[in-house]
């Protein structure tokens, strides 16, 4: 697979022909994340100070044919490091979710939009909301593609819920990222939220 991180700032400098989908899917990630955070009673003043185009991004995701497709993972299960990841896939399959115990495929449409639950909402929910542990299987004869943008915080925005007792302890996003990192390295896998727990 291969990855191409781009920070919004940047589409928005250079008007780069994806400019149009960052213009379209940010006002949709601004009324989801208003939603969800008025069920959980958090100031949407919170997400206003913390979340912006310097901190948000956009990935494209190619995903070459593979001869093996049984024995190769497009891309390993994870949870998404994000409040939330809106996705626009092709309509080759591939995205597949964890649903008890089992891999579930999602049935493309190249006319939706997926949105994936993050681990940083799980925190700051408490657990209310649940980020949802997916994967990308490879296809023998096709390329897939896929758009994924990840609504996400600065370095120094603190995750904290308010919610008694609280699940998790308070953490910063960069101690989020330098916990991933390490467990990368250490462990050959994300360990996730579970490192936070109380």
């Not at 115990?101 to 700051?124: E, H, T, Y």
């Amino acid at each position: 697979m291969s990855q191409q991180h781009i920070p919004l700032s940047v589409l928005a400098e250079d008007g780069s022909s994806v400019d149009g989908f960052v213009r379209a899917v940010s006002p949709l990630a601004e009324s989801l994340v208003q939603i969800l955070a008025e069920e959980l009673n958090i100031k949407f003043s919170y997400f206003q100070h913390n979340c912006s185009a310097n901190t948000c991004y956009l990935r494209l995701n190619r995903y070459p044919t593979c001869p093996f497709p049984s024995k190769i993972v497009g891309l390993l299960p994870h949870e998404d490091p994000s409040f939330f990841t809106i996705v626009h896939q092709d309509h080759i399959e591939g995205l597949q979710l964890m649903k008890d115990g089992n891999w579930i495929s999602v049935k493309p449409n190249s006319q939706a939009l997926i949105v994936n639950i993050g681990d940083l909402f799980r925190a700051l929910s408490n657990g209310v909301y649940t980020s949802v542990k997916h994967r990308v299987i490879a296809a023998e004869k096709v390329e897939r593609f896929s758009v994924a943008f990840f609504y996400g915080p600065s370095i120094d925005a603190v995750i904290e819920s308010y919610a008694t007792p609280p699940l998790y302890r308070k953490f910063t996003f960069g101690e989020y990222q330098e916990q991933t990192m390490k467990d990368l390295k250490e462990a050959g896998e994300k360990v996730g939220l579970s490192r936070f727990l109380l």
